[in-house]
């Protein structure tokens, strides 16, 4: 297993972390699962209030010394807050499930606009700050599913210590992105990768052009594979998350981790990069090529953010990550598709001659469903 710097706080963390929010539906297997993993040299796992059953199955797991050989991360649960008390008052719930007096790395869960105005009004900051001097937990951390610009807000209005975002081979340019890993990275901050297979839905959905590809490149190895490795040739990213459901995904994980080096990956694998998410891109049902010639719209949607969105909804359905993402971020900062009025500026201008608003009228439709439905089949999945 090889290991990074854990931003400025000098922890040392294996590069491969432990998602523990697709258990096995068995308890037993679950627990062997994270035995394992420990004995393998994973030393980070990652849990949250609203993964059924995952704090507890944890906590189990951590039992008989195994606590003491991992750094252990969990979320708050900012839906459930209604006052400055239920922070610590969910806090402590949580030490209970997991059968310890102290996390190591507690984060504010997804701060997408409606859950950072709650900790803002609910004084959430503050709160981490107390918790880390009572020793209740240790770092203090948050994880987001939102835009660029709003991470760097984030980020900038507190002496953070960790950021976890969603970063995958079709998301570089989507929500968070490289951007802001590097700007993370400048200040400081440790920086942890989730979604990075998009909960498996990128290599169940993978077109055959992808896998064509990877047999016909010199060097073998799996999808599953090359997405990692992306990952972790970026010497800014301190960990990634896989959130194993079974000891098989685990073990092939651990397999592909063995030399997960930073600053690994030559231009030719890059290039194969490139042609990977321009195969996946091929298959856009949207034929946006992203060139702004329709921006900026006099409504404020934002309308290749939109259909890349689209887009990569429709490759790995069912995954409610983006209708969550274009719900409670797109929406509320009024750049949704909910504000076009067919004014027909856009299409005037479009050189692959969309009919903008149709799709936008489209693209509303099926973002703005339920996205909770689908929340535990990816749980689960």
């Known amino acids: 297993m090889e290991y990074a710097l854990y931003g400025k706080t000098g922890l040392q963390v294996s590069r491969l972390g432990l998602?523990?929010?697709?258990?096995?539906?068995?308890?037993?297997?679950?627990?062997?699962?994270?035995?394992?993993?420990?004995?393998?040299?994973i030393n980070y796992l990652d849990s949250a209030y609203v993964y059924k059953d995952s704090e507890v199955i944890t906590g189990k797991a951590l039992k008989n010394g195994y606590r003491d050989k991992v750094y252990l991360a969990t979320k708050s649960p900012i839906w459930n807050i209604t006052k400055h008390e239920d922070f610590e008052k969910y806090l402590d719930e949580q030490l209970l499930r997991l059968g310890t007096d102290h996390i190591d790395v507690y984060l504010l869960h997804n701060l997408f606009p409606a859950n950072w105005e709650k900790v803002q009004r609910y004084d959430?900051?503050?709160?981490?700050?107390?918790?880390?001097?009572?020793?209740?937990?240790?770092?203090?951390?948050?994880?987001?599913?939102?835009?660029?610009?709003?991470?760097?807000?984030?980020?900038?209005?507190?002496?953070?210590?960790?950021?976890?975002?969603?970063?995958?081979?079709?998301?570089?340019?989507q929500q968070v992105g490289i951007e802001g890993v590097r700007y993370a990275a400048q200040k400081g901050l440790a920086t942890v990768i989730m979604?990075?297979?998009?909960?498996?839905?990128l290599l169940s959905n993978a077109p055959r052009e992808v896998h064509a590809l990877i047999d016909a490149y010199s060097q073998k190895r799996?999808?599953?594979?090359?997405?990692?490795?992306?990952?972790?040739?970026?010497?800014?990213?301190?960990?990634?998350?896989?959130?194993?459901?079974?000891?098989?995904q685990l073990k092939d994980n651990l397999n592909i981790f063995?030399?997960?080096?930073?600053?690994?990956m030559s231009d030719e694998d890059q290039k194969l990069i490139t042609k990977i998410r321009e195969a996946f891109e091929a298959k856009n049902s949207i034929g946006c090529t992203g060139c702004q010639y329709c921006m900026p719209c006099p409504q404020g949607v934002s309308i290749p953010e939109l259909f890349k969105l689209y887009n990569n909804y429709q490759l790995v359905k069912p995954h409610p990550i983006d209708q969550?993402?274009?719900?409670?971020?797109?929406?509320?900062?009024?750049?949704?598709?909910?504000?076009?009025?067919?004014c027909g500026l856009c299409t005037q201008h479009c050189p692959q001659g969309l009919k903008i608003p149709d799709l936008l009228e489209q693209v509303h439709g099926e973002l703005n469903e339920d996205w909770q439905k689908n929340v535990q089949t990816l749980v689960r999945k």
Request: with cysteine; charged share 20%.
């Open 258 to 264: 063995a030399a997960a080096k930073p600053n690994i």
């Open 19 to 41: 998602g523990c929010m697709r258990f096995p539906q068995d308890e037993t297997e679950a627990i062997h699962m994270v035995h394992y993993a420990i004995d393998q040299g």
């Open 324 to 342: 969550a993402f274009y719900q409670g971020t797109l929406l509320p900062s009024g750049h949704g598709a909910d504000r076009c009025i067919a």
């Open 195 to 201: 979604e990075p297979l998009r909960g498996g839905n």
């Open 222 to 248: 799996s999808l599953a594979a090359w997405c990692f490795r992306w990952l972790y040739n970026m010497p800014e990213v301190s960990l990634i998350l896989s959130g194993t459901s079974n000891l098989d």
């Open 124 to 173: 959430g900051l503050t709160f981490l700050d107390n918790m880390i001097e009572k020793g209740k937990i240790l770092h203090k951390a948050f994880s987001i599913h939102s835009t660029t610009a709003a991470f760097k807000e984030i980020v900038d209005s507190f002496d953070w210590e960790m950021a976890q975002i969603q970063l995958n081979i079709l998301d570089e340019y």
